[in-house]
């Protein structure tokens, strides 16, 4: 059986940011991160996933002892300056510890713009018709098989109950023609052969030195010792098809205007 063994203090940790980062003076408190580019984000969001995932998950939606960081509403701070504080410092009488000193105040502001980035940013009008693209979802796209919305759905992807509070119209499309562009180590799959004959296909749940387990098409859950297997495959590809020979243009801008109008707001929450 696989135990989770986590310990809350590994919430913030050491941070091995970039070399040669700016001295960021936080005197004023609205102040926004100035490491916004394409490559800042990347460099946040793999600073996120090697130091913050264990407590937060691999896509920043919280677990057990740590909040949703998707929403772009955060409980201790309402700005750029106050996350940087929060990331640095940590929050009192909670879990969340301050980074190591060591850090650079350029991979913490980096961390900053890759949070931001996960919620999609201001809300925008969008071209599609979120009816039309609700009987697309549900049927000549089968995306149920793999999604869940409110609870109805696969597992075999990422939950989409909340996913227009975490992707822009841009980002939501490009994930439908180009699902190969972003696919984090928690949707990977793996194909193995036990030395018995059996083979299987399925999401990558977990993989360690000596194990892994794998959820197949039909949600069994299979563990296997890697000294057992004549074959293993890890696949870091994505499992989703790539919709931009499947639907026309105006077909995909449905398709992403169903999408973008999932969101918290809809389910009576607050965004």
């Not at 909340?162 to 699902?179: C, E």
Request: charged letters at 20%; aromatic letters at 6%.
């Amino acid at each position: 059986m696989l135990r989770k063994n986590v310990r809350p203090g590994l919430i913030a940790i050491f941070i091995a940011g970039s070399t040669g980062g700016l001295a960021i003076g936080l005197s004023a408190q609205e102040q926004a991160t100035p490491y916004t580019t394409v490559q800042d984000i990347q460099s946040g969001q793999q600073l996120f996933a090697r130091h913050c995932s264990i407590c937060h998950g691999v896509d920043a939606a919280g677990g057990d002892i740590a909040p949703d960081l998707t929403t772009g509403e955060f409980q201790h701070a309402g700005t750029d300056a106050g996350l940087f504080n929060v990331i640095s410092d940590g929050v009192p009488d909670t879990p969340m510890l301050g980074i190591n000193r060591g850090r650079t105040d350029q991979s913490v502001w980096q961390l900053v713009a890759y949070l931001r980035s996960l919620s999609g940013g201001p809300r925008v009008a969008v071209a599609g018709d979120a009816t039309s693209g609700a009987r697309l979802y549900r049927d000549r796209g089968s995306c149920a098989g793999c999604h869940m919305i409110d609870g109805e759905g696969g597992r075999h992807g990422p939950n989409l109950s909340t996913i227009g509070d975490r992707r822009s119209p841009d980002q939501l499309l490009s994930d439908l023609v180009d699902p190969d562009e972003r696919v984090q180590p928690h949707w990977w799959t793996m194909r193995v052969t036990h030395r018995d004959g059996t083979r299987i296909d399925g999401l990558r749940m977990n993989e360690g030195t000596y194990s892994v387990r794998i959820l197949d098409g039909d949600d069994n859950m299979w563990s296997f010792l890697k000294r057992d297997l004549l074959m293993s495959q890890r696949i870091e590809t994505s499992s989703m098809p790539a919709y931009a020979g499947t639907l026309n243009d105006g077909e995909l801008e449905d398709l992403v205007a169903y999408l973008y109008g999932l969101t918290r707001e809809d389910q009576g929450g607050a965004r």
